[in-house]
Antibody
Framework: QMQVVESGGDAVQPGASLRLSCAAS????????MHWVRQAPGKGLERVAV????????YYVDSVKGRFTISRDNSKNTLHLQMNSLRTEDTAVYYC??????????WGQGTMVTVSS | QSALTQPRSVSGSPGQSVTISCTGT?????????VSWYQQHPGKTPKLIIY???KRPSGVPDRFSGSKSGNTASLTISGLQAEDEADYYC??????????FGTGTTVSVL
């Protein structure tokens, strides 16, 4: 059974850092590009970052460039999102998602990040 | 990249059909046949129901169908059922590893 499980969400103050993790199982992790998608409370979905299958290429939405870093460890089937200089507008549920044939076909349950003073 | 435009809500009676539009630009929906649709029940994880504009993943009922014309994609739910009441999001590839989601539509079953 293909699945991804996120962890690491927490409530922090503006300016703080957090590291999210995503553990994948049931598929060959190293064959797929992986994404972080977030959803602010009561709002829509936003693709935050992507890392290609080999980890060499990474892309970010403009609002997180320079603050967030996506990484992966194919030997451990894990995906990470290092989030620095957090802002109140980063408050959201963060989902790890697998991309296959240009669609997000495997999603985790999400991990909540709350940035508030 | 701006979000794709969807109607805020649509509604229908059980057994009826409803269609949700998803309007983008010639740089996303109009340029690629990589439109996908997601169903999200309250408090739940999004679920892929359509990919590649028209294709259904295994296990998705054939009541769900997708189409595209120009810069607008559409999701049609035929034979509406109570369990179809949820939020629906479209998503399009926009080149350079950019994916743009729609604003989301709430489907209500009357």
């Amino acid at each position: 059974q293909m699945q991804v499980v996120e962890s690491g969400g927490d409530a922090v103050q503006p300016g703080a850092s957090l590291r999210l993790s995503c553990a994948a199982s049931g598929f060959t992790f190293s064959n797929y590009a992986m994404h972080w998608v977030r959803q602010a409370p009561g709002k829509g979905l936003e693709r935050v970052a992507v890392i290609l299958y080999d980890g060499r290429s990474k892309y970010y939405v403009d609002s997180v460039k320079g603050r967030f870093t996506i990484s992966r460890d194919n030997s451990k089937n894990t995906l990470h999102l290092q989030m620095n200089s957090l802002r109140t507008e980063d408050t959201a549920v963060y989902y790890c998602a697998r991309l296959d044939i240009y669609a997000f076909d495997v999603w985790g349950q999400g991990t909540m990040v709350t940035v508030s003073s | 990249q701006s979000a794709l435009t969807q109607p805020r809500s649509v509604s229908g009676s059980p057994g009826q059909s409803v269609t949700i539009s998803c309007t983008g630009t010639s740089s996303d929906v109009g340029d690629y046949n990589y439109v996908s649709w997601y169903q999200q029940h309250p408090g739940k994880t999004p679920k892929l129901i359509i990919y590649g504009v028209t294709k259904r993943p295994s296990g998705v009922p054939d009541r769900f169908s997708g189409s595209k014309s120009g810069n607008t994609a559409s999701l049609t739910i035929s034979g509406l059922q109570a369990e179809d009441e949820a939020d629906y999001y479209c998503c399009s590839y926009a080149g350079n590893y950019i994916f743009v989601f729609g604003t989301g539509t709430t489907v209500s079953v009357l």
